[in-house]
C-alpha cells in the first residue's frame, strides 16, 4: 500500500462536440503535468461537451478515444479515467475508462441519467458500480448526476479495516455553474456520510446549448473539510490523499459501526 495517492485533476474547457481537438486539447494538458502522479482524471464526455448527439460520436470501445487513453496512461505511467460516448450492441453508453499503464481497462456506465436533458432517452444507463485498485487504494468512480443519490454512492463496510470498501469516491462532471451550490455541498456531504476522500473533477466554460460550467472542482476529507477547491479558469490542480489519515479518522470517530444495513431490490 502506498500511503499517498497523488492526483492530478484536469479541470478544462471543451470545444463542443470535436472529439479530434479535444483530445489535442487534453494531451497538451496532460503532456504539461510535470510530476510523478498516480492517477489522471478528465471530464465526464472529455471528447465533446454533455451532447445527445450519441448517434454521431459513439466510438467503439476499442476506438480512437480508447487508444488515446492508452496511449497517454502507458506514456506517463499512470491510470487515467474520463468518459466519453461508447455504442455497444447497438446501445450507447455515457462510460468511463479507467486505463492504466499496462493497458488493462476497467469501466464503469453511468447509472442515473440526466432527465432534464432527455439523457436517459438517449443512453442506456448502467447495471453496476465499480471499485478499482490502484497502489493499495480502493476507488469508486461515477459520473456527474449519480452524485445525486446517496444509496448508489452509499459505501459498505462491515469491520475494522473497511474490506470491501472504498477509500476515494470520484466523480467526474459536466455539471452547470446555475447548480454549483448543490454540487459542492453534495460533495461534502458524500464524503461525511461515507467516511471517505470525495473527489470531484468538473469542466469549466460555456458548451454548445449556452450552459455555462464554473468548475467547482473539490476535493473533500473523511470528516468532510475542505482539501481543495476551484472554480472558473482552466487548471490542473494537483492534490495528495493520506492513508494513513483516512485510517485514523476511521477508527476514532467509527461512525461506521451503527449504520444501517440496506440492499438494491
Same mark, same amino acid.
Given at each position: 500500500?502506498? %500511503?499517498? @495517492?497523488?492526483?492530478? =485533476?484536469?479541470?478544462?474547457? =471543451?470545444?463542443?462536440?470535436?472529439?479530434?481537438?479535444?483530445?489535442?486539447?487534453?494531451?497538451?494538458?496532460?503532456?504539461?503535468?510535470?510530476?510523478?502522479?498516480?492517477?489522471?482524471?478528465?471530464?465526464?464526455?472529455?471528447?465533446? +461537451?454533455?451532447?445527445?448527439?450519441?448517434?454521431?460520436?459513439?466510438?467503439?470501445?476499442?476506438?480512437?478515444?480508447?487508444?488515446? =487513453?492508452?496511449?497517454?496512461?502507458?506514456?506517463?505511467?499512470?491510470?487515467?479515467?474520463?468518459?466519453?460516448?461508447?455504442?455497444? *450492441?447497438? &446501445? /450507447?453508453?455515457?462510460?468511463?475508462?479507467?486505463?492504466?499503464?499496462? #493497458?488493462?481497462?476497467?469501466?464503469? !456506465?453511468?447509472? &442515473?441519467?440526466?432527465?432534464?436533458?432527455?439523457?436517459?432517452?438517449?443512453?442506456?444507463?448502467?447495471?453496476?458500480?465499480?471499485?478499482?485498485?490502484?497502489?493499495?487504494?480502493?476507488?469508486? %468512480?461515477?459520473?456527474? /448526476?449519480?452524485?445525486?443519490?446517496?444509496?448508489?454512492?452509499? *459505501?459498505?463496510?462491515?469491520?475494522?479495516?473497511?474490506? #470491501?470498501?472504498?477509500?476515494? @469516491?470520484?466523480?467526474?462532471? *459536466?455539471?452547470?455553474?446555475?447548480?454549483? @451550490?448543490?454540487?459542492?455541498?453534495?460533495?461534502?456531504?458524500?464524503?461525511?456520510?461515507?467516511?471517505?476522500?470525495?473527489?470531484? @473533477?468538473?469542466?469549466?466554460?460555456? !458548451?454548445?446549448?449556452?450552459? /455555462? &460550467?464554473?468548475? !467547482?472542482?473539490?476535493?473533500? +476529507?473523511?470528516? +468532510?473539510?475542505?482539501?481543495?477547491?476551484?472554480? &472558473?479558469?482552466?487548471?490542473?490542480?494537483?492534490?495528495? =490523499? *493520506?492513508?494513513?489519515?483516512?485510517?485514523?479518522?476511521?477508527?476514532? /470517530?467509527?461512525?461506521?459501526?451503527?449504520?444501517? +444495513?440496506?440492499?438494491?431490490?
Amino acid at each position: 500500500m502506498e %500511503p499517498v @495517492l497523488r492526483i492530478a =485533476l484536469i479541470q478544462t474547457s =471543451l470545444i463542443w462536440e470535436d472529439p479530434s481537438q479535444n483530445r489535442m486539447l487534453i494531451a497538451e494538458k496532460i503532456n504539461a503535468i510535470n510530476q510523478a502522479v498516480d492517477l489522471i482524471v478528465l471530464p465526464e464526455m472529455f471528447t465533446t +461537451g454533455f451532447t445527445m448527439q450519441a448517434k454521431k460520436f459513439a466510438e467503439e470501445i476499442s476506438g480512437e478515444t480508447f487508444e488515446f =487513453l492508452k496511449k497517454w496512461a502507458k506514456e506517463k505511467d499512470s491510470v487515467i479515467c474520463g468518459s466519453f460516448i461508447v455504442k455497444e *450492441n447497438e &446501445h /450507447y453508453y455515457n462510460r468511463l475508462i479507467w486505463m492504466e499503464p499496462s #493497458g488493462a481497462y476497467s469501466f464503469y !456506465d453511468k447509472q &442515473h441519467l440526466f432527465r432534464l436533458s432527455n439523457e436517459h432517452l438517449t443512453y442506456t444507463n448502467g447495471a453496476q458500480k465499480i471499485i478499482v485498485q490502484l497502489k493499495g487504494w480502493n476507488i469508486c %468512480p461515477m459520473i456527474c /448526476y449519480d452524485l445525486r443519490f446517496p444509496v448508489w454512492c452509499r *459505501n459498505s463496510v462491515g469491520n475494522e479495516s473497511y474490506r #470491501g470498501a472504498y477509500d476515494v @469516491l470520484l466523480f467526474v462532471a *459536466n455539471w452547470p455553474e446555475r447548480r454549483a @451550490l448543490a454540487w459542492k455541498t453534495l460533495l461534502q456531504a458524500r464524503a461525511i456520510e461515507n467516511q471517505s476522500y470525495v473527489v470531484g @473533477l468538473n469542466r469549466v466554460g460555456m !458548451d454548445g446549448n449556452a450552459i /455555462y &460550467h464554473s468548475g !467547482d472542482s473539490s476535493v473533500f +476529507g473523511a470528516l +468532510g473539510e475542505t482539501i481543495c477547491q476551484e472554480a &472558473h479558469e482552466e487548471k490542473t490542480i494537483l492534490v495528495e =490523499l *493520506n492513508k494513513e489519515e483516512l485510517i485514523k479518522t476511521r477508527r476514532t /470517530y467509527a461512525f461506521w459501526k451503527d449504520a444501517d +444495513g440496506f440492499e438494491f431490490c
